[in-house]
């Protein structure tokens, strides 16, 4: 590729700070996936005072700062009497750079399979910055050029587009109905896209109460999923962070515990079940890579040597608290969530029976909402656009905010629908959110 | 970009994990920059006994694990008495998601304005996953396409190399002289790339004892290197990790605190100064970016927006341990480094010593050394290729570990050097290594 030359400007422009051009840097950078991130973040700071649906933060009224140092203790305890580290040992593993994989990959190991019932190699992981490095990491391993192309059910997580727009891949949307994905539009997606020649290198969920939609895919559908992945020579991307938070039934197998062909790349989060302020995530990559030699080595270790140019190793003193809390519990993250589940459990049953206060089935307010069976979000219809606009209204007049779904994906029907979080608002605190956001749909609808 | 049709591989492959060919990764993986860091960690690993020169870790011996205690404790105490936040917003800031741009980056400037003379804007600073995550952000944002090249000094630091590969940006290497870069070399490496169409967003040095070379610039070339980047519309990337540890004389102004015109885009580490397991870093970038509609911001916000699709925000828990020390020494980290200073000092001083006992000059041993006024390493040249064949034979039949220059630049010479790193080994272990260094080049030389 050449161009024109271009000359020097030297002496051309005024003395002063150095100015760029907002279209001389990557194009991510005008890209509407992290306008949307900003935006969102911005009316949230700009309204405090109000009752947010909005974020899908984790509820932090069981936490207290002294957690951190008791957790740092026992992952020091086990350093020194489960693993028989000297004292030198012991300092080296919080004071230096450490592995690149991370140092808390075996009792990640234990946690799935007290909690997932998943075997999995403890080489086959990578400990991340929280789940949105590893993804960036899957992204930047099977984006080798323009033709590589990411499918992703749609409405989708933010993050997923935000981290495929950081390596330049197209992100294709899949349709998906009140039970997941829509196989059947997957396929067609997949057809299509190899007729233009491009390469469709794996599809992105989140199998258990999806963000945004909430929806679950059952278990014949997991099946069902797993073979057309193979039959379509396609990763499947699994990313379960909501998965634990029940509200009522068993918690269904995850795609990985399924996946006896290798087609599942796992994509785990601590942020919820853990401490979101580790910042503490992983992957779980066990396919196998086989270079032009014939050797052969773990996808997991592809994606170390990408994260060795990233961010070197996640803090080891990050990955000691979230060790010390795993300890704590056996290794068992649905039973020390217990009273998070519990509470999340509440708070759903408190936004479903407000919403049916405020809008009677039958009643003709056009407002409908779906039911998940856990998770942290609620889906909500009204028969007008809920956009960015409206959310302003909201916030500024109601005091209320919310998100409006057209941030996570084109679908049809997006523009008239909202996200509600029932992670961080409790108790009464929910009615009077509820009390004010049909305040606003009420006088909308007129 | 049409190419032929792609026919899924329905059924064509036998069951059993998914195969990944290493081909179908991205091209970094298969990159000499990434296989770089691979080797030189295995080496350390396959020989743990060995007396390692290589690795450029800070000295671990004043480390004590109850430190991230008391420092996690000094912040808490200063988010309560000095910033008067209540319970609620002090366990809030240790369990939450937090502010993308980072939360000590008000303490960051305190010890800017302490120890380096640089009048920072807190706004203008992204704390980082470690100066890793600064400089991948700061590369992701400046290449928007196949014309977007980076220079960097040579031989450089292979981080800066890798993050380059991972948004697919070339580096043209820049000369470096015993006196830091060379300016002509510069302006000949920019007029050239951009006759060729090309477009140098950018150059990469390290001013203060620079890895791998020690190599300083003096303060009037610093001037003139500004100068020159003004003329040539450029910026400069400064990263300074080893600035701390002067062995004489005082330190010397980084180009930041020179930088009237905001050439400079400052990479900042604690990985060194403050507790490397924490794994926080920062970058100054107080350019300004203005947009299509004329307004404008701080390219800290755009780099911002990147890193909330790759890491979200760091750690608040590693930000505090960081935050903790910066607060125990009034921010004043050349002082809280007193002990590391001396400790550098002493053992440059022993292995310059050592070396000169060895290889007397006028002896005719082919063999020199430059003498660096601080920093972590020592480059030494010999009179036969000191390439990745010697080290394997150093550490297995001399017990003796050191880096071939090679890993680090292509220029003249470079394939008769190498690094010796004298931050971890100190006393006697630093003569018996040499005693084993010098086994090695006098069987080499016969």
């Given at each position: 590729m050449v161009t024109a030359p271009l000359e020097p400007k030297a002496g051309s422009r005024p003395a002063?700070?150095?100015?760029?051009?907002?279209?001389?840097?990557?194009?991510?950078?005008?890209?509407?996936?992290?306008?949307?991130?900003?935006?969102?973040?911005?009316?949230?700071?700009?309204?405090?005072?109000?009752?947010?649906?909005?974020?899908?933060?984790?509820?932090?009224?069981?936490?207290?700062?002294?957690?951190?140092?008791?957790?740092?203790?026992?992952?020091?305890?086990?350093?020194?009497?489960?693993?028989?580290?000297?004292?030198?040992?012991?300092?080296?593993?919080?004071?230096?750079?450490?592995?690149?994989?991370?140092?808390?990959?075996?009792?990640?190991?234990?946690?799935?399979?007290?909690?997932?019932?998943?075997?999995?190699?403890?080489?086959?992981?990578?400990?991340?910055?929280?789940?949105?490095?590893?993804?960036?990491?899957?992204?930047?391993?099977?984006?080798?050029?323009?033709?590589?192309?990411?499918?992703?059910?749609?409405?989708?997580?933010?993050?997923?587009?935000?981290?495929a727009r950081?390596?330049?891949?197209?992100?294709?949307?899949?349709?998906?109905?009140?039970?997941?994905?829509?196989?059947?539009?997957?396929?067609?997606?997949?057809?299509?896209?190899?007729?233009?020649?491009?390469?469709?290198?794996?599809?992105?969920?989140?199998?258990?109460?999806?963000?945004?939609?909430?929806?679950?895919?059952?278990?014949?559908?997991?099946?069902?999923?797993?073979?057309?992945?193979?039959?379509?020579?396609l990763l499947l991307l699994e990313d379960n962070p909501y998965g634990y938070f029940t509200a009522d039934g068993a918690p269904l197998p995850t795609l990985k515990s399924l996946d006896t062909r290798g087609r599942v790349v796992y994509l785990g989060s601590f942020a919820k079940t853990g401490l979101p302020g580790a910042r503490v995530g992983y992957v779980l990559a066990d396919q196998r890579v086989t270079a032009a030699d014939g050797t052969s080595g773990l996808l997991a270790d592809e994606l170390s040597k990408l994260k060795s140019m990233l961010t070197v190793n996640t803090s080891p003193i990050a990955q000691a608290v979230i060790a010390g809390k795993l300890l704590t519990h056996d290794c068992a993250l649905r039973e020390a969530n217990a009273r998070e589940i519990a509470l999340y459990r509440d708070n759903r049953e408190r936004l479903l029976a407000g919403l049916a206060h405020h809008f009677p089935q039958d009643s003709g307010s056009g407002v409908t909402w779906n039911v998940p069976h856990g998770g942290f979000f609620i889906v909500v219809t009204v028969p007008f656009p809920a956009d960015d606009a409206l959310l302003e209204v909201s916030a500024r007049e109601h005091g209320v905010l919310w998100t409006p779904m057209s941030h996570f994906g084109t679908g049809p029907g997006t523009e008239c629908q909202l996200r509600l979080s029932l992670s961080s608002v409790t108790g009464p605190r929910i009615d009077e959110g509820l009390r004010r956001l049909a305040a606003l749909i009420g006088r909308h609808r007129l």
């Open positions: 002063g700070p150095a100015t760029l051009e907002l279209t001389d840097l990557h194009a991510s950078l005008t890209d509407p996936a992290l306008g949307s991130m900003t935006f969102l973040n911005e009316i949230a700071q700009r309204f405090p005072e109000a009752i947010s649906f909005a974020p899908g933060r984790p509820y932090e009224g069981f936490f207290e700062t002294s957690l951190v140092h008791q957790y740092l203790e026992r992952y020091e305890r086990h350093l020194r009497e489960d693993r028989r580290l000297g004292e030198d040992e012991v300092r080296r593993t919080f004071y230096q750079y450490g592995r690149t994989k991370g140092i808390v990959h075996e009792l990640i190991t234990r946690h799935l399979a007290v909690d997932e019932d998943i075997v999995a190699d403890p080489e086959a992981i990578v400990v991340t910055v929280g789940c949105q490095e590893a993804m960036f990491l899957v992204l930047r391993a099977l984006r080798t050029g323009p033709r590589d192309v990411l499918l992703a059910v749609s409405p989708t997580y933010v993050g997923i587009t935000g981290a950081l390596v330049d891949m197209p992100v294709l949307e899949v349709r998906e109905g009140p039970h997941g994905i829509d196989p059947a539009h997957l396929e067609e997606v997949v057809l299509d896209a190899r007729a233009q020649g491009l390469r469709p290198r794996a599809c992105y969920l989140i199998p258990d109460f999806s963000n945004p939609s909430g929806v679950s895919i059952d278990v014949p559908a997991r099946q069902a999923l797993l073979d057309l992945a193979e039959r379509l020579d």
